[in-house]
């Protein structure tokens, strides 16, 4: 059985740091087309960065370019996202994803229970 | 960025009938539209990509249709399942965007 488990998450303050990882199981992260997408509570969702099955190409939105890094470790089979500057507008669920629709590699939808991030003084 | 919008914000209906919701984008997105289902404390379920193709393991009474800007999605026959929020979302090009969804009540 294929599985996303997502940590890493908790309150933090504004300005600071926190640091997602999500790990697969069943499958190869490496792969793998792979997203973060987030949930404000109550609210709609967002895909907040993605990166590509070949692990060069990033993406992200505006609102988070320049403060959060998506990346991969191949060897631990995780995934992570740094989130740095944390404002209260992130404050979400975050979703890990291995979205069928984001490349032709992905082979089956794939997505973590989410976790947590509270930004808030 | 593609503005997505979805209509009706929320659909009364009961088991056995028939629900029909609708997604529109703000610019042609061709056939790069997925449907979504999501329940509380749950994480999105892909119904539909491709705008008209089935995910594995998803059941014949789910049907989507449309392209290029205006897409719907079907439900023929409502089971109790079925009572959940509903989101578009275009994979046409970065940012894929979420629709604000429909629920189902």
């Known amino acids: 059985e294929v599985q996303l488990l997502e940590s890493g998450g908790g309150l933090v303050q504004p300005g600071g740091s926190l640091r997602l990882s999500c790990t697969a199981s069943?499958?190869?992260?490496?792969?793998?087309?792979m997203s973060w997408v987030r949930q404000a509570p109550g609210k709609g969702l967002e895909w907040v960065s993605a990166l590509g099955s070949g692990g060069d190409s990033t993406y992200y939105i505006d609102s988070v370019k320049g403060r959060f890094t998506i990346s991969r470790d191949n060897s631990k089979n995780t995934l992570s996202l740094q989130m740095n500057s944390l404002r209260a507008e992130d404050t979400a669920l975050y979703f890990c994803?291995?979205?069928?629709?984001?490349?032709?590699?992905?082979?089956?939808?794939?997505w973590g229970q989410g976790i947590l991030v509270t930004v808030s003084s | 960025e593609i503005v997505m919008t979805q209509s009706p914000a929320t659909l009364s209906v009961s088991p056995g009938e028939r629900a029909t919701l609708s997604c529109r984008t703000s610019q042609s997105v061709n056939s790069n539209l997925a449907w979504y289902q999501q329940k509380p404390g749950q994480p999105p379920r892909l119904l539909i990509h491709?705008?008209?193709t089935r995910a594995t393991g998803i059941p014949a009474r789910f049907s989507g249709s449309g392209s290029g800007t205006e897409f719907t999605l079907t439900i023929s026959s409502l089971q109790s399942e079925d009572f959940a929020v509903y989101y578009c979302?275009?994979?046409?090009?970065?940012?894929?965007?979420f629709g604000p969804g429909t629920r189902l009540e």
């Open positions: 491709g705008a008209s």
């Open positions: 069943g499958f190869s992260l490496s792969r793998n087309a």
């Open positions: 979302q275009h994979y046409n090009n970065w940012p894929y965007t």
């Open positions: 994803a291995s979205p069928f629709i984001q490349s032709p590699a992905n082979k089956f939808d794939c």
